[in-house]
């Protein structure tokens, strides 16, 4: 991955450095070739040595215009102030060749409207209209035909291709703009598509893990107690904690693989896709938290529907990870009830008595993460949720969440589960 990147970035600087010294070479070569007055009238040839000097002092402006991306103002001065000298050379009888160089002028201007910060954008138009102003005057000076007619013809073209270049860099500022708004916005997006994705397996996580740690604890917590009186009832809890663990990994190697896959679709949306209609299956996880003797009541009002994937998944895992709250704090003996009530939307509602005794094989397996991710979940699918603490004592928590799939009628029954039979209540699991 390094060797592709690093590639790149030295691709890159060449092209850079490209951009810079081509533009340089080419104004300096337009300039020799079109701005030197090789046949100017009334004019003697030039010695050896005056053209050497242009030739030098050309040079020179070359490498200045080398450094118009990071000081452009700066660089339009000089290379204004170069033209300015020349220029005023040429109106003279001085042993020194007829050369007005003005377009390193107009690509130091563009650099300046390209790139130029502050007040410098507008005072560059300024600077630059005095070597332009010479070059008109000269043109004029030497050409045959009255004035009249040459000074608006060339002050007109002149004028209009050095606000052209200011209005190059202009524009060309303004794409620039927009294209680092567009990266930074992909940036952003980017970042939080990498956000939601973190906080979903985050989730995904929390809800196996929690959920199958607490159930296993449980039943370890209860296989320990009756070891020596029940061993049958102790291998039994013993051959759960080890269902839980198979059923754990084959979870988590699931979502492995869909994160190995790197797939478009989260992990989350991956495993809703492989498996819907949860919460018409209600009684497989009532029956597991039976298990470990904590009595669940199930109401079911009004027509049950087939909801959307995800937000099946989000009325399950907030059931859930409800139900693991109710274990954890309503204890063995504690009573919880789940209502559904299916109208406009579907409500949701958990509560516990919390009159049970809090197991100690339990403590400090919270997270404090739990009820925020389900938040999120639930706020993901459309709906809303809240949850506190009942005032007759135990804890509550409903949710609402939008049906958005036609009405299918599904059938559904009661559930009161029961301890598990020949064990007493304070060894219930």
Same mark, same amino acid.
């Given at each position: 991955?390094?060797?592709?990147?690093?590639?790149?970035?030295? *691709?890159?600087?060449?092209?850079?450095? +490209?951009?810079?010294?081509?533009?340089?070479?080419?104004?300096?070569?337009?300039?020799?070739?079109?701005?030197?007055?090789?046949? /100017?009238?009334?004019?003697? #040839?030039?010695?050896?040595?005056?053209?050497? @000097?242009?030739?030098?002092?050309?040079? @020179?402006?070359?490498?200045?215009?080398?450094?118009?991306?990071?000081?452009?103002?700066?660089?339009?001065?000089?290379?204004?102030?170069?033209?300015?000298?020349?220029?005023?050379?040429?109106?003279?009888?001085?042993?020194?060749?007829?050369?007005?160089?003005?377009?390193?002028?107009?690509? +130091?201007?563009?650099?300046?409207?390209?790139?130029?910060?502050?007040?410098?954008?507008?005072?560059?138009?300024?600077?630059?209209?005095?070597?332009?102003?010479?070059?008109?005057?000269?043109?004029?000076?030497?050409?045959?035909?009255? &004035?009249?007619?040459?000074?608006?013809?060339?002050?007109?073209?002149?004028?209009?291709?050095?606000?052209?270049?200011?209005?190059?860099? #202009?524009?060309?500022? +303004?794409?620039?703009?927009?294209?680092?708004? @567009?990266?930074?916005?992909?940036?952003?997006?980017?970042?939080?598509?990498?956000?939601?994705?973190?906080?979903?397996?985050?989730?995904?996580?929390?809800?196996?893990?929690?959920?199958?740690?607490?159930?296993?604890?449980?039943?370890?917590?209860?296989?320990?107690?009756?070891?020596?009186?029940?061993?049958?009832? /102790?291998?039994?809890?013993?051959? #759960?904690?080890?269902?839980?663990?198979?059923? +754990?990994?084959?979870?988590?190697?699931?979502? @492995?693989?869909?994160? *190995?896959?790197?797939?478009?679709?989260?992990?989350?949306?991956?495993?809703?896709?492989?498996?819907?209609? #949860?919460?018409?299956?209600?009684?497989?996880?009532?029956?597991?938290?039976?298990?470990?003797?904590?009595?669940?009541?199930?109401?079911?009002?009004?027509?049950?529907? &087939?909801?959307?994937?995800?937000?099946?998944?989000?009325?399950?895992?907030?059931?859930?990870?409800?139900?693991?709250?109710?274990?954890?704090?309503?204890?063995?003996?504690?009573?919880?009830?789940?209502?559904?009530?299916?109208?406009?939307?579907?409500?949701?509602?958990?509560?516990?008595?919390?009159?049970?005794?809090?197991?100690?094989?339990?403590?400090?397996?919270?997270?404090?993460?739990?009820?925020?991710?389900?938040?999120?979940?639930?706020?993901?699918?459309?709906?809303?949720?809240?949850?506190?603490?009942?005032?007759?004592?135990?804890?509550?928590?409903?949710?609402?969440?939008?049906?958005?799939?036609?009405?299918?009628?599904?059938?559904?029954?009661?559930?009161?589960?029961?301890?598990?039979?020949?064990?007493?209540?304070?060894?219930?699991?």
């Amino acid at each position: 991955m390094a060797e592709p990147t690093t590639t790149t970035a030295l *691709r890159r600087v060449r092209l850079s450095r +490209a951009g810079d010294i081509a533009p340089a070479i080419g104004a300096i070569a337009l300039d020799l070739w079109v701005c030197w007055d090789w046949s /100017a009238p009334d004019r003697p #040839r030039p010695p050896l040595w005056s053209v050497c @000097l242009m030739l030098a002092c050309t040079a @020179l402006a070359g490498l200045v215009l080398l450094g118009r991306q990071k000081r452009p103002l700066l660089v339009l001065a000089i290379i204004s102030g170069y033209s300015v000298v020349f220029g005023a050379l040429s109106f003279t009888s001085l042993p020194t060749p007829a050369y007005l160089p003005i377009i390193s002028v107009w690509l +130091a201007l563009y650099s300046v409207a390209a790139g130029g910060k502050g007040r410098s954008v507008y005072v560059a138009p300024a600077i630059a209209a005095v070597p332009v102003a010479l070059t008109v005057a000269y043109i004029v000076a030497v050409s045959i035909d009255p &004035v009249s007619t040459t000074l608006p013809l060339v002050a007109s073209m002149y004028g209009f291709v050095t606000f052209g270049a200011w209005g190059a860099g #202009r524009g060309r500022r +303004a794409s620039r703009a927009h294209m680092e708004q @567009l990266e930074f916005r992909r940036r952003a997006e980017t970042k939080e598509a990498a956000n939601r994705v973190r906080l979903t397996v985050a989730r995904e996580l929390h809800d196996v893990i929690a959920r199958t740690v607490t159930h296993m604890a449980l039943q370890a917590a209860g296989a320990a107690k009756l070891l020596r009186t029940d061993a049958a009832a /102790a291998e039994e809890s013993l051959d #759960r904690v080890q269902s839980l663990s198979t059923q +754990a990994m084959d979870e988590l190697r699931e979502m @492995l693989l869909i994160l *190995r896959a790197g797939g478009d679709a989260p992990p989350e949306q991956a495993a809703v896709t492989e498996q819907s209609g #949860r919460l018409n299956r209600l009684a497989d996880l009532l029956d597991q938290v039976g298990l470990d003797s904590l009595n669940v009541t199930l109401t079911v009002t009004g027509t049950p529907r &087939v909801l959307d994937a995800g937000t099946d998944l989000a009325g399950w895992r907030l059931i859930q990870e409800a139900l693991i709250n109710s274990i954890k704090h309503a204890g063995v003996g504690g009573r919880a009830r789940v209502t559904l009530r299916w109208a406009d939307d579907l409500r949701i509602e958990i509560d516990d008595d919390g009159d049970g005794q809090p197991a100690p094989a339990l403590a400090g397996f919270s997270t404090g993460n739990g009820l925020r991710g389900q938040h999120e979940r639930i706020r993901q699918a459309g709906g809303t949720l809240r949850y506190g603490p009942r005032p007759e004592g135990g804890f509550s928590v409903v949710a609402h969440l939008p049906i958005t799939v036609p009405a299918q009628p599904i059938a559904t029954t009661g559930f009161h589960p029961e301890p598990l039979s020949g064990l007493e209540p304070q060894h219930a699991l």
